[in-house]
């Protein structure tokens, strides 16, 4: 699986109209201003098609941070 | 004799719902628009909260009827499928056979169903004429799912729209109408439901409660509710093997087959099962961006756009796929 900052930065592009650096690895999404279900989607369908990992609601619910969800993923690689 | 798709008419209610209708109600949402745009939606149409399904339905029909040389009395049989119907009994479709003049020696009968609304009933009407050597069916698609939403449900109100389809399915020589998969997952039927005003749970003052979900978005149990990611992960997940299963029971490659229509449930779902299958563009169909996710009708809506645009031509292989409300799923694949 690649870094924590390359998957951050990776969510940051499949999330587009996020400007450039405003994703950190620490920052809790829900604090995003566009932060929607749309983008909830967006991260399933990212972590589905990447890994072949299946991430929930509750899962999504359950982070707070892209490094939660990293470990999360990385943890059912 | 074996059926076949002969016509498709559309018909919309007069109330059109722009974008920026919509941001003028949900203001706090102009932020988001980029991120909203990707469900694949411009305008939409509205139904009057006055105006029945089974109005639209009937000027589909009406229209239908103007649009090609069928005459009434040649119709055998009524389906009218919907989620919305004019009484708790006498079923919708008896008083639409009268309003429609047609003959009394026909079968009408209502089918509740949402999303897989039109495999379902299209499943029913191969078998009528298969068994029954029905020559013409009137298969009725209806939607007017946003009178269930609550007023503060932005989701909602930028995903759907309310359409009406009229489609007429006749016999002949050739197979038009291949064999069918379904799936059902009661389990999950709180993923898209409306609680309260059954006869489940009748509507008390809780009902009523607005409850404001984790991305912001609200409804109560008297209205309409979507479990968005829920459903999202369902599609994801069953879509494929549905896909795998139509192809298996139809003896057809992937290859083989000329257009995929799946309901037209969200771009963003669309798309992604588009990359996860490795269909081309050009034989994939996304039609939704002016009127939104139609429901039972949007299967119908998306065939005709290649009805329409003589895309598509004699002895071509559609596979439609449906998926949604129940959770239901189910496909064939269609010979034109």
């Given at each position: 699986?690649?870094?924590?900052?390359?998957?951050?930065?990776?969510?940051?592009?499949?999330?587009?109209?996020?400007?450039?650096?405003?994703?950190t690895?620490d920052?809790?999404y829900?604090?995003?201003?566009?932060?929607s279900s749309?983008?909830?989607?967006?991260?399933?369908?990212?972590?589905?098609?990447?890994?072949?990992?299946?991430?929930?609601g509750d899962?999504l619910r359950?982070?707070n941070?892209?490094?939660?969800?990293?470990?999360?993923?990385?943890?059912?690689v | 004799?074996?059926?076949?798709?002969?016509?498709i008419?559309e018909?919309?209610?007069?109330?059109?719902f722009?974008?920026?209708?919509?941001f003028?109600?949900?203001?706090?949402?102009?932020?988001?628009?980029?991120t909203?745009l990707?469900?694949?939606?411009?305008?939409?149409?509205?139904?009057?909260?006055?105006?029945?399904a089974?109005?639209?339905?009937?000027?589909?029909?009406?229209?239908?009827?103007?649009?090609?040389?069928?005459?009434?009395?040649?119709?055998?049989f009524?389906?009218?499928?919907?989620?919305?119907f004019?009484?708790?009994?006498?079923?919708?479709?008896?008083?639409?056979?009268?309003?429609?003049?047609?003959?009394?020696s026909?079968?009408?009968?209502?089918?509740?169903?949402?999303?897989?609304?039109?495999?379902?009933?299209?499943?029913?009407?191969?078998g009528?004429?298969?068994?029954?050597?029905?020559?013409?069916?009137?298969?009725?698609?209806?939607?007017?799912?946003?009178k269930?939403?609550?007023k503060?449900?932005?989701?909602?109100?930028?995903?759907?729209?309310?359409?009406?389809?009229?489609?007429?399915?006749?016999?002949?020589?050739?197979d038009?109408?291949?064999?069918?998969?379904?799936?059902t997952d009661?389990?999950?039927?709180?993923?898209i439901?409306?609680?309260?005003?059954?006869?489940?749970?009748?509507?008390?003052?809780q009902?009523?409660?607005?409850?404001?979900?984790?991305y912001g978005?609200?409804?109560?149990?008297?209205n309409f509710?979507m479990?968005?990611?829920?459903?999202?992960?369902?599609?994801?997940?069953?879509?494929?093997?549905?896909?795998?299963e139509?192809l298996?029971?139809?003896n057809?490659?992937?290859?083989e087959?000329?257009?995929?229509?799946?309901?037209?449930?969200?771009?963003?779902?669309l798309?992604?099962?588009?990359?996860?299958l490795?269909?081309?563009?050009e034989?994939?169909?996304?039609?939704?961006?002016?009127?939104?996710?139609?429901?039972?009708?949007?299967?119908?809506?998306?065939?005709?756009?290649?009805?329409?645009?003589?895309?598509i031509?004699?002895?071509?292989?559609?596979?439609?796929?449906?998926?949604?409300?129940?959770?239901?799923w189910g496909?064939?694949?269609i010979k034109?």
């Amino acid at each position: 699986m690649v870094t924590l900052d390359e998957f951050t930065k990776n969510i940051e592009i499949e999330l587009d109209d996020l400007e450039s650096g405003t994703l950190t690895s620490d920052i809790n999404y829900r604090d995003l201003e566009q932060w929607s279900s749309m983008y909830a989607l967006i991260i399933i369908a990212y972590v589905d098609s990447e890994y072949n990992v299946t991430l929930t609601g509750d899962d999504l619910r359950s982070c707070n941070t892209v490094r939660d969800l990293y470990l999360l993923i990385k943890s059912r690689v | 004799m074996k059926p076949y798709i002969k016509h498709i008419t559309e018909y919309y209610p007069e109330k059109k719902f722009s974008n920026n209708d919509f941001f003028i109600k949900f203001p706090e949402l102009k932020s988001k628009e980029e991120t909203l745009l990707k469900v694949g939606v411009l305008s939409r149409y509205i139904v009057d909260i006055n105006v029945p399904a089974s109005d639209l339905v009937f000027n589909a029909a009406e229209k239908l009827f103007n649009e090609t040389n069928i005459n009434r009395n040649d119709i055998d049989f009524l389906v009218f499928c919907s989620t919305e119907f004019d009484h708790y009994t006498p079923t919708t479709s008896s008083i639409l056979q009268n309003r429609l003049k047609l003959s009394n020696s026909i079968g009408a009968i209502d089918v509740v169903s949402s999303c897989t609304g039109f495999v379902h009933s299209l499943s029913l009407v191969k078998g009528l004429i298969e068994a029954n050597e029905f020559k013409n069916i009137l298969l009725l698609c209806v939607s007017t799912l946003t009178k269930t939403f609550h007023k503060k449900d932005a989701n909602s109100h930028f995903l759907f729209g309310d359409a009406a389809t009229a489609i007429l399915i006749s016999n002949r020589v050739e197979d038009g109408i291949g064999k069918f998969v379904f799936g059902t997952d009661g389990g999950r039927s709180d993923y898209i439901i409306v609680r309260d005003g059954g006869g489940r749970n009748k509507l008390t003052e809780q009902s009523f409660l607005e409850e404001e979900n984790e991305y912001g978005n609200t409804t109560c149990n008297a209205n309409f509710f979507m479990n968005g990611t829920g459903v999202f992960l369902f599609g994801l997940k069953t879509v494929p093997k549905l896909i795998d299963e139509i192809l298996f029971k139809n003896n057809t490659t992937f290859e083989e087959v000329d257009y995929f229509v799946f309901h037209q449930a969200n771009k963003f779902l669309l798309k992604t099962l588009q990359k996860k299958l490795g269909i081309p563009d050009e034989k994939f169909v996304i039609h939704m961006e002016n009127t939104g996710n139609t429901v039972a009708a949007t299967i119908p809506i998306a065939f005709n756009s290649l009805m329409k645009n003589d895309k598509i031509k004699k002895g071509d292989k559609i596979l439609i796929a449906a998926f949604g409300t129940g959770l239901t799923w189910g496909g064939t694949i269609i010979k034109y």
